[in-house]
């Protein structure tokens, strides 16, 4: 059974930084793109950031230059460090792994979420 499992949520002060992991299991990690989305209260869930499985990068625009997607093929984890922190990144994270198979199907799995509050 694929499982998704963050950590590293919490409560940090407005400036602060956190680091975020998502360590999967029972899928072959190195093929699939990686994700962080996030969901505030009332709001959508969007994307943060992704990492294809050749390590390109791309980031909404409000955390460019203060967060950072990395992966670690061989500890099938990914992580987001997280720095400069605001109170607008306070939100629900969540790890996304994707998988297309050509124009054919798409294997996704979500992990459970992770809390990140931020205190101004």
């Known amino acids: 059974q694929v499982q998704l499992v963050e950590s590293g949520g919490g409560l940090v002060q407005a400036g602060g930084s956190l680091r975020l992991s998502c360590a999967a299991s029972?899928?072959?990690?190195?093929?699939?793109?990686m994700g962080w989305y996030r969901q505030a209260p009332g709001k959508q869930r969007e994307l943060v950031a992704d990492?294809?499985?050749?390590?390109?990068?791309n980031y909404e625009s409000s955390v460019k230059g203060r967060f950072t997607i990395s992966r670690d093929n061989a500890k099938n984890t990914v992580y987001l460090q997280m720095n400069s922190l605001k109170a607008e990144d306070t939100a629900v994270y969540y790890c996304?792994?994707?998988?297309?198979?050509?124009?054919?199907?798409?294997?996704?799995?979500w992990g459970q979420g992770t809390q990140v509050t931020v205190s101004s």
């Open positions: 990492i294809t499985r050749t390590s390109i990068t």
């Open positions: 996304n792994a994707k998988y297309t198979v050509g124009l054919g199907p798409v294997y996704e799995y």
């Open positions: 029972d899928i072959i990690f190195s093929i699939y793109n």
